[in-house]
């Protein structure tokens, strides 16, 4: 029996091909001359064949697909001897790193909006206040390039207001129309506002002059004007407000009088100063003078005085314009007529 | 591209040329590429052993699937000591009978139909009667292949672990005993007793 068994292993060698040449040749010849070993060399040899026989069946569609997947899963999971390399290990640290961005990032915004719905804002500043144990702070709309220097005590200084343009309208009778036209042109010449003058129109019994300039230069031509004054009968100036079209008329003005009203250091003041010229000059008009002489006898010539002129000195102080007057712009409009 | 190469390896019926030592190299360095290509390698005859081993398709592709990350996952420990194949299929059947060991049930998928009387007295014409010389009707018949699997289901975990390596997979001795891990004279007596057994259980049921 145990014989038997011998010679069965040695068969299945035998068939398997796992013998050298020797023992096979032994074992052929055994076989050839024992019918009972060679029965069982014959069963041994179909049931091998029928082993043989079994069809390989393939793996399932998919599996490569599936390892590939369930190795992508394993690797982010845990740090696998595939990916022990730097440029594995790189990746997969980068890709770790990423999602826990992004959750975090998630997480935060979540926690922002969640606070922002459900608490008050008054609330919110108080937690966070308390939070972090200071003041929160003011939002910063741009930032100053340089540090700001040490805040002195700064005196308040009063702005001034923008002044409204001088507006105004001489009026100068004559008999002697062409001499005044002349002086009045050679006034305009020596202020160097003959080219500033926008228009000049010329009518039958009068001539109307219209200028352009700057404060400083036309208080300049009223002083050259001066000397037009002795050959005028009567003169008379207009000062705009700041109603279009209302003026505060001075009547009988004085060529002195005329200088402090363009001199006048702003429009408030101007006005001031045209609104008592005009009361004063209208109660010192020659008419009245004459009455009032009439009345009294007293000696007219000695009583005859020069127009008043508003010498405060506060005036005097403003007669010295700002420089920035010169930026002003002036509107003179000079009218000589014939009587 | 993994459906690329899978067909270029089904169309070269596995003859294609691929330098296995290049192919390890590569994956062992990260390149998923040749990972793929060494599955697609040894995917179907991993998969055809340990159905065998097994009996059930979808615990033979699970076991397939887990062999091969496993396999992968340690190709840095791989010395070359033994071949890749062999290494493989240690995995692999190692996985497969510690599966069978666990689950003492096997649960071997039931015959879709009895082999009919006509199989079956074939099937005893060639293996008892001895009448036929040649089986070519038996071996194409589909219900064989069940009646091998229910035969095998029979044996004992490590006789049917080295006929399978042996018949089925074409492994020759050195190699089972690379596989097993077990001296040849070892694979010699269990390859024996493993054909003894069988063909008395194949025996028996025709």
């Not at chain 2, 035969?151 to 089972?176: G, T």
């Amino acid at each position: 029996m145990k014989d038997m068994e011998q010679i069965e292993e040695m068969l299945n060698y035998y068939i398997d091909g796992e013998l050298d040449e020797r023992k096979s040749n032994e074992v052929k010849r055994l076989i050839d001359n024992d019918k009972e070993i060679y029965g069982l060399y014959d069963s041994l040899k179909r049931h091998k064949n029928i082993m043989d026989a079994v069809p390989h069946e393939p793996a399932p569609q998919g599996l490569c697909d599936n390892i590939t997947a369930q190795l992508e899963r394993e690797i982010l999971l845990a740090d696998t001897g595939i990916y022990s390399h730097s440029a594995g290990r790189r990746h997969l640290m980068i890709r770790r790193l990423m999602t826990a961005a992004a959750v975090l990032a998630l997480a935060a915004v979540l926690s922002t909006v969640v606070f922002d719905i459900f608490v008050p804002k008054s609330s919110r500043d108080q937690i966070l206040s308390n939070t972090f144990r200071k003041k929160p702070i003011k939002q910063v709309l741009y930032e100053k390039p340089f540090a700001e220097p040490p805040v002195e005590d700064k005196k308040i200084v009063a702005v001034k207001p923008i002044d409204i343009p001088f507006v105004a309208i001489l009026t100068l009778k004559t008999n002697n129309p062409i001499e005044v036209d002349w002086l009045v042109a050679k006034a305009l010449t020596t202020t160097n506002l003959f080219s500033r003058t926008t228009a000049i129109d010329r009518q039958a019994k009068n001539v109307r002059y219209a200028i352009n300039c700057d404060n400083q230069s036309l208080a300049n031509l009223v002083q050259e004007l001066s000397f037009v004054w002795p050959q005028c009968t009567e003169t008379k100036i207009d000062i705009g407000t700041e109603q279009m079209g209302k003026y505060i008329t001075v009547s009988n003005i004085s060529a002195e009088q005329a200088m402090e009203i363009c001199k006048a250091e702003d429009f408030g003041q101007r006005m001031r100063i045209a609104a008592d010229l005009g009361i004063i000059n209208k109660f010192t008009s020659p008419d009245m003078l004459d009455r009032l002489y009439a009345a009294k006898s007293i000696d007219y010539d000695s009583l005859i005085s020069q127009k008043p002129i508003i010498t405060s000195t506060e005036k005097i102080q403003s007669a010295s314009l700002p420089a920035d007057d010169n930026t002003k712009n002036a509107t003179l409009t000079i009218i000589v007529m014939s009587e | 591209m993994v459906k690329f190469i899978q067909e270029q390896l089904k169309n070269s019926g596995f003859n294609i040329s691929i330098d296995e030592a290049t192919l390890l190299a590569q994956a062992r360095a990260g390149n998923m590429e040749s990972v793929e290509r060494l599955i697609l390698k040894y995917q179907d005859r991993v998969y055809n052993t340990v159905l065998k081993l097994c009996g059930n398709r979808d615990d033979a592709a699970e076991l397939t699937q887990d062999s091969f990350v496993k396999v992968i996952q340690n190709l840095k420990n791989f010395k070359g000591q033994s071949s890749f194949y062999t290494w493989l299929f240690r995995i692999a059947v190692n996985a497969t009978l510690n599966f069978c060991k666990k689950n003492s049930r096997i649960n071997f998928q039931p015959l879709q139909s009895e082999p009919d009387q006509e199989l079956k007295k074939q099937l005893k014409d060639y293996l008892v009667d001895k009448t036929s010389p040649q089986p070519p009707q038996v071996a194409a018949a589909k219900e064989l292949h069940e009646l091998i699997l229910k035969a095998l289901e029979k044996l004992e975990p490590q006789q049917r672990a080295v006929i399978v390596l042996r018949d089925i997979e074409q492994m020759n001795y050195n190699e089972i005993a690379e596989t097993l891990k077990i001296e040849i004279g070892t694979v010699k007596s269990r390859i024996a007793r493993g054909r003894r057994n069988l063909r008395e259980i194949l025996e028996g049921v025709i």
